[in-house]
């Protein structure tokens, strides 16, 4: 068992600003990062989760491959945005071979699309102490969103072997990265570029789990829109290359206000719901906490304060990967690529 390597996994997330792919592998008990790759998209190509233009990002897939020269062709890749939707229901015990029928009917009732539309996937959880009564944590997407995702994939010559959802690969990285308090209820929060995935988790458990359409380019969005600038000029503002002749802040903050409002209001449908009474810990990941000034007003706005989570805590790198970045630079953008390496093929 000691000298068994584990086939690496490579984690292929497709972000609606850049497309990164992440090789990871386990060796002696460690976690190491092999390499990793990032390919910018235009903002047309995807848009909310929903890819517009196939053939650019089949693409830019192909050519990270090529530029990065990885020989794996198994992936495992992850969905997110409005075509998924992660609830825990409660209902009526019952054994888990009778569960699959009343739970299909029963997630009709909570899912916004039509059922036959819809690729379903569940798992009881332990931990509900009623007799009569399970918790059932439900995972539903569009299946066309989900045959959309697997085809590209595949037309890109690779094979996807796992989709995943962006939350819970971000619970994933997140998990093996600290030790999380099982008491603890714990807000995951990676703001991406055009999404934010919210998931509160308690002992491993997602309580809550939502996407909401704010991210990154929400605040390019709204410096065009106020200072009527182009998307260039506001974007090069977001990221610090340029020394903007205007003053970011009050746009920073009123969208950062909405990314507060979104985390907030998991917390009080969850007391409502009498869930848990107040979330401990917020963790930030993704790109968008590169925006300057988000982490700060988030901090000073929301209570418990918020801490910048590191996916790369415990992974082994060679600096090298990062040239003359350093890698905190880069690594909130890698967080979902990262929890999708480690996945393991047994582990769903
Ligand atoms: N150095 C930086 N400075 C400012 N903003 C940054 C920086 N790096 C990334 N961002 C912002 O982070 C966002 C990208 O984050 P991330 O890579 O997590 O999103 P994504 O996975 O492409 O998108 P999504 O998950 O929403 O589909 C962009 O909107 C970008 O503006
Ligand atoms: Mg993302």
């Known amino acids: 068992m000691f000298f068994k390597r584990q086939k690496p996994m490579v984690g292929l997330d497709i972000g609606s600003s850049s497309i ?5 592998e386990s060796r002696a008990g460690e976690v190491h990062l092999q390499d990793y790759g990032t390919a910018e998209l235009l903002p047309e190509a995807i848009v909310d989760g929903e890819i517009m233009d196939r053939q650019l990002v089949v693409e830019t897939i192909q050519n990270l491959w090529e530029s990065k020269g990885i020989s794996a062709k198994s992936v495992s890749t992850a969905v997110s945005g409005r075509a998924v939707i992660v609830k825990k229901i409660q209902m009526e015990r019952m054994a888990p071979e009778d569960a699959r029928e009343a739970i299909q009917w029963e997630a009709e009732q909570h899912v916004p ?3 036959n539309d819809v690729s379903l996937d569940f798992q009881i959880l332990e931990g509900n102490s009623d007799p009569k ?5 439900l995972v539903a997407a569009k299946r066309e969103h989900l045959v959309a995702h697997a085809d590209l994939i595949r037309q890109a010559g690779l094979d996807p072997l796992i989709i995943d959802v962006d939350a819970f690969a971000v619970q994933n990285i997140m998990s093996m990265n600290y030790d999380l308090s099982p008491e603890d ?5 990676n ?5 934010t995935n919210i998931n509160v988790v308690q002992n491993g458990m997602p309580l809550y789990t939502q996407d909401v359409s704010l991210g990154g380019a929400s605040f390019v969005e709204a410096l065009q829109k106020t200072f009527n600038i182009s998307h260039a000029e506001a974007l090069a503002a977001v990221k610090g290359e340029e020394q903007p002749n205007f003053d970011m802040q009050q746009v920073v903050e009123t969208v950062a206000e909405d990314l507060a409002v979104a985390i907030e209001r998991s917390g009080l449908y969850l007391k409502s719901a009498g869930e848990t009474e107040e979330i401990d810990r917020v963790l930030i990941t993704g790109g968008g906490t590169r925006v300057p000034g988000v982490v700060e007003f988030l901090n000073n706005r929301i209570e ?7 996916p790369l805590r415990r992974i082994h790198f060679d600096p090298v990967l990062f040239g003359d970045k350093r890698p905190e630079e880069i690594s909130p953008s890698l967080t979902v690529g ?3 390496a480690l996945r393991k093929v047994d582990d769903r």
């Open 191 to 195: 703001i991406g570029a055009e999404v």
């Open 113 to 115: 699309y039509d059922i």
């Open 338 to 340: 990262l929890g999708l």
């Open 20 to 24: 990164k792919v992440v090789q990871c």
């Open 133 to 137: 009564q399970m918790d059932v944590l």
């Open 304 to 310: 418990p304060s918020v801490e910048v989570a590191d």
């Open 185 to 189: 209820v714990l807000a995951m929060v």
